[in-house]
């Protein structure tokens, strides 16, 4: 079992910038895929970004491409989500995840066997 606890998030304008960092505990998390999903209000669950540790490879949503950036640190069980120019759009609950297929193509909500409880992220105009 992997515990997941997710932090750093808040209100933020328009262009700002925030970090997210997603504390683990339980089981490492070397070698599993890693990664952030978000919901807004009124709107399904969504992929933003994911690391996988086979292939260290990331993935992106492609609305927030060259704007948010994944990182891992295995050492102190941390995952990482830089997200800067935010937009009003970016506005949800983020989440961590983990999943212990360290490979792969995941975009998928069902993909993923640990979540956290979330933390708002909030971008006004």
């Known amino acids: 079992q992997v515990q997941l606890i997710e932090s750093g998030g808040g209100l933020v304008k328009t262009g700002g910038s925030l970090r997210l960092t997603c504390t683990t505990s339980g089981h490492t998390i070397s070698s599993m895929t890693v990664g952030w999903f978000r919901e807004a209000a009124g709107k399904e669950r969504e992929f933003v970004a994911a690391h996988y540790w086979g292939s260290h490879r990331s993935d992106y949503l492609y609305t927030v491409e060259g704007r948010f950036f994944i990182s891992r640190d295995d050492d102190q069980k941390t995952i990482f989500l830089d997200m800067n120019n935010l937009q009003p759009e970016d506005t949800a609950v983020y989440y961590c995840?983990?999943?212990?297929?360290?490979?792969?193509?995941?975009?998928?909500?069902?993909?993923?066997?640990?979540w956290g409880r979330g933390t708002q992220v909030t971008v006004s105009s």
């Open positions: 995840v983990a999943d212990r297929s360290g490979w792969g193509h995941k975009t998928r909500v069902d993909a993923y066997e640990f």
